[in-house]
């Protein structure tokens, strides 16, 4: 099978490549490279010995995408391409909306005219807005989305939806995905945020590599343990293997039409002060924080209620807080400035 990944230079897009090749499947990327570096998929080819066909592209270039989906038979698209800081979204919302909706829509709408009805899509737990009681389940109504990213997710979930229900061949699986964290068990992949990294954990590897000084943690008052803010993080790998699992699902199941969403996420909720001591605990290194004030938007503790992903993916998240600092930690520790800029 041939997948088309967008945005697959990136974070997560970069460690699904990796485990796509070592399953078998052939794969190409386009990604604009807006988020990232080359280096990721150069060092996914030499971590497998396999060959990614790299497009450098946008997914709002139809005539490019058009090109792209004549010269390769792709059997299903894995979308990540998107812009993905919360806080900036709001600072400059019609980017996100036209990168995130608009670009969404052209890269449908070139798949349909030509036919490709395998879709599977990065969501998030965001979907679910504050107004949900946790765990939460995909059977609960989307929220009332607190930034323009989050809304561009709600409303992508809901083009597809709409297409799925105008076109019967066309088979789509949202993924939400809770709170990536780590890296590739090699050190050689990992996260590399552009500028201060908004994300609780590329913030602690950066401390705790000397690149930062301290981190702020956001708010100790909140009705949690410990007062600091509790989520869902899993790692990186096992989010990978969740792609790989929903391709095969769909592959499998051809009476399938519609759309089915799937949490990915670990089932616990993990404080912000647990996530510093697990991270000096794999990483030797001190990492100091003072406390902060709340940060705007943030929920105390959201989590996932990931059955349905066991049940019907036979997938389950399996490494452990402590492999996901470790991994974090060898990958900024291997890489202190990121990929090779
Ligand atoms: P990332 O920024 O590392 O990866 C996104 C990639 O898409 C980048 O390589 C970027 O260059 C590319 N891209 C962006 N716009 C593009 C465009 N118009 N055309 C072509 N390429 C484009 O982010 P990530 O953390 O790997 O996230 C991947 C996906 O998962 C995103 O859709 C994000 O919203 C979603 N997601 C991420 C998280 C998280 O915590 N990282 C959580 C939930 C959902
Ligand atoms: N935090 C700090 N200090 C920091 C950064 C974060 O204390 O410097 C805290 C936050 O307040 C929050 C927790 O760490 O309590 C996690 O924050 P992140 O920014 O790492 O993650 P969020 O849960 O806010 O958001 C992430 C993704 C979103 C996605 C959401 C749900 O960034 O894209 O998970 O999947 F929508």
């Known amino acids: 099978m041939k997948i088309l990944v967008t945005g697959g230079a990136g974070y997560i897009g970069s460690h699904t490549v990796l485990l796509l090749l070592t399953n078998g499947f052939e794969v190409v990327v386009l990604d604009n490279l807006m988020n990232a570096s080359i ?6 080819e030499h971590l497998t010995g396999k060959k990614v066909s790299f497009i450098k592209g946008d997914i709002q270039d139809k ?3 058009t090109s792209l989906f004549n010269e390769h038979a792709i ?11 919360v806080g900036e979204s709001s600072t400059i919302p019609l980017e ?3 990168n995130n909706v608009h670009g969404t829509l052209c890269l449908l709408e070139v798949m349909a005219n030509l036919n490709i009805n395998h879709f599977i899509f990065s969501s998030s737990a965001t979907v679910y807005g504050g107004e949900n009681a946790v765990p939460y389940e995909e059977s609960m109504p989307l929220g009332e989305a607190s930034s323009p990213y989050g809304a561009s997710k709600v409303m992508i979930e809901r083009v597809l939806k709409d297409l799925a229900q105008s076109n019967l ?3 789509a699986v949202c993924l939400r995905y809770f709170n990536p964290i780590g890296a590739h068990e090699s050190g050689q992949i990992g996260e590399d945020p552009k500028g201060i990294p908004n994300n609780l954990l590329p913030y602690v590897a950066q401390v705790a590599v000397g690149k930062r000084e301290r981190l702020q943690v956001f708010g100790d008052d909140y009705s949690t343990q410990d007062g600091t803010c509790e989520r869902d993080y899993l790692h990186v790998m096992d989010l990978a293997e969740g792609h790989v699992a929903a391709v095969n699902w769909l592959q499998k199941n ?3 039409t519609g759309v089915e969403a799937f ?3 670990t089932g616990k909720a993990v404080s912000v002060l647990s996530i510093i001591k697990a991270f000096e605990q794999a990483s ?3 990492v100091p924080y003072t406390i902060a004030p709340r940060r705007h938007g943030d929920l105390p503790a959201f989590w996932a209620n990931a059955e349905k992903a066991n049940k019907q993916l036979g997938w389950r998240a399996t490494r452990d807080l402590t492999q996901m600092m470790t991994d974090t930690w060898r990958w900024q520790s291997n890489n202190p400035e990121g990929y090779p800029k």
């Not at 280096?39 to 996914?44: N, Q």
């Open 39 to 44: 280096e990721s998929i150069r060092r996914v």
């Open 63 to 65: 005539t490019a995408l």
């Open 75 to 85: 059997d299903a698209v894995i979308h990540f391409a998107a812009l993905k800081a």
């Open 96 to 98: 996100y909306y036209q």
């Open 169 to 171: 061949d066309f088979r």
């Open 254 to 256: 051809s009476e399938f």
């Open 263 to 265: 949490n990915l996420g």
């Open 284 to 286: 030797q290194q001190k």
